[in-house]
């Protein structure tokens, strides 16, 4: 089970990571308003698209990353075991 939550965890932070990078550069106006949470820009170029798409990729995958890992294996692994010691 350790090795479950160190992949989650390891998910979590490099994605937690990556998004909280794009968030700064394209949704922080200033310092004094709402930073990583900011509207993004109206028109942005190819790059700034993408880096936009990247960013909600990110989130969702540092959540539902994380929560694979950490809820649904074990769950699983869980419910093996149970069938297992149940049919036999």
């Not at 004094?32 to 989130?59: H, K, T």
Request: no cysteine; hydrophobic share 55%; proline share 5%.
């Amino acid at each position: 089970m350790a090795d479950e939550f160190a992949k989650g965890l390891g998910i979590l932070t490099v994605a937690g990571l990556g998004w909280m990078v794009l968030s700064g550069w394209y949704t922080t106006a200033s310092f004094e308003e709402g930073q990583l949470i900011a509207a993004p820009p109206e028109n942005p170029d190819f790059y700034g698209q993408l880096a936009l798409f990247l960013r909600e990729a990110l989130f969702w995958f540092a959540i539902l990353g994380a929560l694979t890992f950490w809820v649904v294996i074990p769950a699983v692994q869980q419910a093996r075991e149970t069938w297992a010691e149940r049919s036999s």
